[in-house]
């Protein structure tokens, strides 16, 4: 998350219908989604922007919360990363 520059929200994606930014938000919506689950919270505003004006600190405080309340360890794994699909190097959350 933390390598996708503000200005490359707009780009396009594999899905042609979405942008970075949209598919970032659909990503956010999900965390809060399964924070909603697991809760018994109000379910999130799927056509809202959840991303608002800094994606990454969005998209860490809802995996956050998710982790809080699904009772999982700490989002430390975030910031280790995530490989890449091509078997390249992690890249932090």
Do not use: K
């Not at 809760?39 to 600190?57: C, E, F, K, S, Y």
């Not at 490989?83 to 932090?92: E, K, S, T, V």
């Amino acid at each position: 998350m933390s390598v996708v520059r503000p200005d490359q929200l707009g780009y396009p994606t594999p899905c042609t219908e979405w942008t970075v930014g949209q598919l970032i938000n659909h990503m956010l919506t999900g965390n809060l989604l399964f924070v909603s689950l697991a809760t018994g919270a109000p379910l999130p505003n799927r056509t809202a922007d959840h991303v608002g004006d800094d994606h990454v600190a969005s998209f860490r405080d809802s995996l956050a919360r998710l982790t809080s309340r699904l009772g999982l360890a700490s989002h430390a794994a975030s910031r280790r990363g995530s490989r890449q699909p091509d078997g390249g190097a992690p890249h932090p959350l």
